[in-house]
């Protein structure tokens, strides 16, 4: 009986194809949209993850100033190179602390000017920021504390002032400031927020602070954990040192903040997921309508095709035989419709994916979860037009013109 009914309803289908196509359209958008939805979000997130991974995991930030969602930034002094002292003295775990200040300025070389970050630190920001050379060499111990004015590029800078020269040893002007290049970074590329990390220049923190800014201040520090350790431990010290240093007392809040990195990466997959599952989620709801419209054109077709079904109640065709065509017919309307949507939606997420520069993470689990859902539309949506066909009167059919 089922081979029978399947036969008749690809009879059906092939006899009014513009019209079956318009009716699974909806079933097509809708699994498309689900599946290019779900993995675009994912592969979003696993570009966002991959990221902040390459700030290190181990990683924590220290700011002045108290920042969050709803929470004004309270006015902090800046830290002071007392406290990074402190930090590597008296907190254990630790692998690197480095301070960092930034400002924006222009370098200039041989006529090429670029305006970039530049940045003040030692080499242990390197090794927080897991960051190697492509040229060159690190700052020594005596550049650092002497503050002599030497720099390392980052390849977009070196590109921007030397295109494919040799930089080492040259010098640029970073503002007025003569500085010698001793180095240039490995490329790390753009991030998902469409940042250029290339687009940098770093320089030892006291040549920074006395040529530059002028100031000795330090506006964030970054500290990286041992393999191992507990950042959370990590996190405590560092707070518990902090409020001391910078006498907090008991029930007063802190005037800095302490943001652990692995911390950021899972409230960053957190809030990412949720939204490819509400994303994933409102593109179903076209899977519904779809099934609606479904259920429309197969009323439609119970009505103009009542004639035939009085002959076949006439001849001795069983309900339950009647209701197994036009049920089979819905059932693979959306079938069909449902392997349309697969390949359209895996066409987009792919096309979407490569114009993002985002990794495609395929999940076998979504594509069968959409064509069953898809399969399930047909049956529940072309229960009612089969069930009208099943009983409906073989005289008064055959009556019908």
Do not use: H
């Not at 005037?255 to 899972?266: A, G, I, K, P, T």
């Amino acid at each position: 009986m089922l081979a029978e009914a399947l036969r008749l309803a690809l009879r059906a289908i092939r006899r009014n194809a513009l019209r079956s196509f318009l009716t699974v359209l909806g079933i097509v958008i809708g699994v498309a949209a689900v599946i290019a939805m779900v993995t675009i979000g994912r592969g979003t997130q696993a570009r966002v993850t991959a990221d902040l991974a390459r700030l290190g995991t181990n990683v924590l930030f220290i700011l002045p100033g108290q920042i969050g969602p709803g929470r004004a930034s309270v006015a902090a002094k800046p830290f002071a190179d007392r406290d990074v002292q402190a930090i590597r003295e008296e907190v254990g775990g630790i692998e690197a602390v480095a301070p960092v200040a930034q400002l924006p300025a222009t370098v200039l070389f041989a006529g090429n000017s670029r305006i970039t970050t530049v940045t003040g630190s030692d080499d242990a920001l390197f090794r927080v920021q897991d960051w190697a050379l492509d040229a060159g060499r690190f700052f020594t111990v005596g550049e650092i504390r002497a503050g002599r004015a030497v720099c390392i590029l980052g390849t977009t800078v070196k590109e921007a002032l030397f295109g494919a020269g040799d930089p080492l040893g040259k010098t640029i002007r970073v503002k007025k400031v003569p500085c010698e290049v001793v180095g240039v970074l490995e490329s790390k590329g753009q991030s998902s927020f469409g940042t250029d990390l290339d687009d940098t220049v770093v320089m030892p923190l006291r040549a920074f602070q006395r040529r530059l800014s002028g100031n000795t201040e330090i506006p964030r520090i970054y500290v990286a954990a041992k393999d191992g350790v507990d950042t959370a431990r990590v996190q405590a010290d560092l707070e518990r040192l902090l409020r001391e240093r910078r006498k907090i007392g008991p029930g007063e809040e802190d005037d800095f903040s302490v943001r652990d990195m692995r911390e950021l990466v899972r409230t960053v997959q957190m809030t990412s997921g949720a939204l490819t599952a509400v994303l994933g989620f409102v593109a179903a709801v076209s899977l519904i309508v779809g099934g609606i419209g479904i259920m429309n054109i197969m009323l439609v077709s119970v009505t103009e095709r009542t004639r035939e079904i009085g002959i076949r109640l006439a001849i001795g065709a069983l309900e339950g035989q009647v209701m197994a065509q036009f049920l089979v017919e819905a059932v693979v309307l959306s079938a069909v419709g449902g392997a349309i949507g697969v390949l359209v939606g895996l066409l987009v997420a792919w096309g979407t994916t490569e114009a993002l520069a985002v990794p495609l993470r395929i999940d076998p689990t979504v594509i069968a979860g959409a064509f069953a859902f898809s399969a399930a539309i047909g049956i529940l949506f072309g229960f009612l037009p089969a069930r009208r066909a099943a009983r409906l009167d073989p005289i008064e059919a055959l009556r019908r013109e």
